[in-house]
């Protein structure tokens, strides 16, 4: 394993290199070979969203009740999603956290910020910034989560919303999946920025920045109000024809993907090498300064829309100033 780059004094642990790229899809004049190797890292290796896509075929396949079950809202099934999701979570959240911060078994390395997970600061329900995110994640997160999830199949399950199949729809079947991850950021980062409105900010998405050293219990602690604006992306799916599968890979892309890109680390090592990414940099800097990169590293909607900071010095000046315009 390489050692860090020299970071920036008294700013990061670890960082990438400087300035961070931007994606390439949008870029114009046109970058085909450029997407082409983009659209390869995404989808031919093993990363967090081939696995959420692997974990959507296999939770579809095995531990989805059933039609006739879900044609009427009962107690039963609706509680085997929400104690599905639980597990689930808790599983990649809880996994990441015990690997990266109880057990610290890479100590520091590819760790963004120095700094340890908060404890004994009122700032954060019960004085502890794990607990409170834990607290957070599995009520307000898993909560709503839940219960689009479960609004989904509900409707499916009475002909409500149109579905379709691999079989039928072989074409639209494949390039779902591969818009599902646009469309998704494309919602989170309007969505994001309005959650900055002020008013709204103070109400509700103040506190998922009560992090500004995240970990991977910080991806889906927010407000009640928050959680359910940020998982309405899936109701794309009551006018779409979609397959279920479709449906579940769209919320664990925004159910489990925020504890990867909010792990605080970028990547996983083990046995002295790097395993698997995980820390996004470019959202890192989002909970540092706040006021810049709304959306997600995989599109360049905050090239496009004037509010991307690309980790330089150059950068943070822009957007400090920037914030000071909007809260004048």
Partial sequence: MTPDPT???????????????????????????????????????????????????????????????????????????????????????????????????QGRTLKFDARDQTASNGHFTFRNQVWDNMFWSLISGVGFWTAYEVLYFWTAANGYAPQINFADNPIWFIAWLLILPIWSSFHFYWVHRWLHWPPLYKLAHALHHRNINIGPWAGISMHPVETAIYFSSLLIHLVVPSHPVHVLFHAYLNGLNPAVSHSGFEGIVSGGRRRFSAGDFFHQLHHRYFECNYGTAEMPWDVMFGSFHDGSDTATRATRERKKQMYR
Avoid: C
Wanted: aromatic share 14%.
């Fill in 7 to 105: 970071p920036k004094a008294g700013t990061w642990n670890h960082h990438p290199d400087l300035p961070i790229p931007v994606s390439p899809i949008l870029s114009w004049p046109p970058r085909p070979v450029a997407w082409i190797k983009w659209i390869a890292q995404y989808w031919l290796t093993l990363s967090s969203v081939t696995i959420e896509l692997a974990l959507a075929w296999g939770v579809y396949a095995w531990f989805q009740p059933e039609w006739t079950q879900m044609q009427t809202l009962s107690p039963g099934w609706i509680a085997q999603i929400w104690l599905r999701n639980i597990v689930l979570l808790t599983l990649v959240a809880g996994g990441l956290h015990l690997w990266l911060i109880t057990l610290k078994r």
